[in-house]
């Protein structure tokens, strides 16, 4: 397997403490196993640890994320504009909640999910997001997978802040249990008028 290295230099970063915020993947009552993992990886960052959970009708799901070990605090984004997470919406959304909170992390699962939002957040907010992460030496240095887990590469980021999806099976999962995050309803009125979400079939 090939090692690299490579350092991003995009903009200028400053200096202050970490906090992180987890983008959650739920179903509207379940929550993502991954997200456990994510939640892990957001620990070694240090720093408080909060999540967000945004759906058409998600607060059973926002309860089981508050419970997990770790989270601080849960913000509640439901709006029938929310239905199906449509990306467009979602990131929305965070990007108003990072507007709010300044956060110095955002992660998400290394899912389809994950991959499909922090995109079109990185746009909006000018930064470069960091995937498939497998490793935190520091809170701007990460290690990847690349071509396919063929390779190795490790990442500096300076953007001010770092939007990274977390390779689930490279972190132990959190402990589902045991935390007592508060809840916080946000007062949204997120929509998309690029697409329209139909249905799901399995």
């Known amino acids: 397997m090939l090692l690299s290295c490579a350092r991003r230099l995009v903009s200028p970063s400053f200096s202050r403490f970490a906090s992180t915020l987890v983008l959650v993947e739920h179903d509207g009552s379940t929550v993502n196993a991954a997200t456990l993992n994510t939640v892990t990886a957001a620990k070694k960052l240090g720093g408080p640890i909060h999540a967000l959970v ?9 309860t089981k994320v508050a419970e997990i070990d770790g989270v601080e605090k849960v913000f509640v984004a439901e709006n029938s504009g929310l239905k199906g997470q449509l990306a467009e919406a979602v990131s929305a959304v965070l990007l108003d909640v990072q507007s709010k909170n300044n956060y110095s992390h955002i992660l998400a699962n290394g899912t389809v999910f994950g991959k499909n939002i922090l995109p079109r957040l990185g ?3 000018d930064v470069a997001p960091i995937s498939d992460i497998i490793g935190i030496k520091s809170e701007s240095v990460f290690v990847r997978t690349i071509y396919a887990g063929n390779a190795i ?3 500096e980021s300076s953007d001010a802040v770092k939007l990274v999806t977390v390779r689930s099976t490279a972190f132990e999962a959190a402990s589902a249990t045991g935390g007592s995050g508060s809840l916080e309803t946000l007062d949204t009125a997120a929509s998309s008028d690029k697409s329209e979400w139909l249905e799901a079939k399995t």
């Open 54 to 62: 945004a759906g058409e009708s998600c607060k059973d799901a926002a």
């Open 123 to 125: 746009a909006k907010l």
């Open 153 to 155: 590469q490790t990442v």
